[in-house]
Nanobody, 125 residues
Framework: QVQLVESGGGLVQAGGSLRLSCAAS????????MGWFRQAPGKEREFVVA????????YYADSVKGRFAISRDNPKNMVYLQMNSLKPEDTAVYYC??????????????????WGQGTQVTVSS
């Protein structure tokens, strides 16, 4: 099990940017893929982006492709989500998640066994 703590959410106008951070602790960070998911009010949690354990591969949801960028710093046990050109429909609670298996890149929430508490992102029009 790994502990995850997100930060960086907030209120931003449409077209603006935010950077989310996720600090991980509790196991060998560099062996596990990481992901970001989000949940808007009244909607199911959805996949946003994932990054492989080495950081060499990423996978983005079509809705954020070209606007969001995920990165990781393995020596610091950190994952980041840079969000640009934000839209009101990006408003949601954003969750950092860690895959439960080593060296696997998945987009399925069921494959992520550890979750942060979430950070609110609100984009005003």
């Amino acid at each position: 099990q790994v502990q995850l703590v997100e930060s960086g959410g907030g209120l931003v106008q449409a077209g603006g940017s935010l950077r989310l951070s996720c600090a991980a602790s509790g196991r060998t960070f560099s062996l596990y893929s990481m992901g970001w998911f989000r949940q808007a009010p009244g909607k199911e949690r959805e996949f946003v982006v994932a990054i492989s354990w080495s950081g060499t591969r990423t996978y983005y949801a079509d809705s954020v492709k070209g606007r969001f960028a995920i990165s990781r710093d393995n020596p610091k046990n950190m994952v980041y989500l840079q969000m640009n050109s934000l839209k009101p429909e990006d408003t949601a609670v954003y969750y950092c998640a860690a895959d439960s298996a080593t060296m696997r890149l998945s987009v399925r929430s069921a494959d992520f066994g550890s979750w942060g508490q979430g950070t609110q992102v609100t984009v005003s029009s």
